[in-house]
């Protein structure tokens, strides 16, 4: 079994930046990919960045040179550095890893077995 926990998110003004953590446990959790999704009030949870248990990575059109995906296998730690936040970064941000080693980043929400319980960014403008 495989859980995952979420942490560091809060209120912060645009231009700011946070960094957001995600803990997990289980023996095989440090093959398999692991992807940071979003969704905000009213919409659709949506991808965001995710990394691959070899470090390959890939990030929505709307966060990349922003947004930094990284993982440390050793601690079983994914973290997400959040730069130049703006107002339409607002949502409860969840972390995910897929059921199986993959290569793949998944973009899907339906590729992610394992979530969190999500964490909550505010950027205010």
């Known amino acids: 079994q495989v859980e995952m926990v979420e942490s560091g998110g809060g209120l912060v003004q645009a231009g700011g930046s946070l960094r957001l953590s995600c803990a997990a446990s289980?023996?095989?959790?440090?093959?398999?990919?692991m992807g940071w999704f979003r969704q905000a009030p009213g919409k659709e949870r949506e991808f965001v960045a995710g990394?691959?248990?070899?470090?390959?990575?890939r990030y929505a059109d709307s966060v990349k040179g922003r947004f930094t995906i990284s993982r440390d296998n050793a601690k079983k730690m994914g973290f997400l550095q959040m730069s130049s936040l703006e107002p339409e970064d607002t949502a409860v941000y969840y972390c995910a890893a897929t059921q199986y080693r993959t290569s793949d980043v998944y973009t899907s929400s339906s590729q992610y077995y394992y979530w969190g319980l999500g964490t909550q960014v505010t950027v205010s403008s």
């Open positions: 289980g023996r095989i959790v440090t093959v398999l990919s």
């Open positions: 990394i691959t248990w070899t470090g390959g990575t």
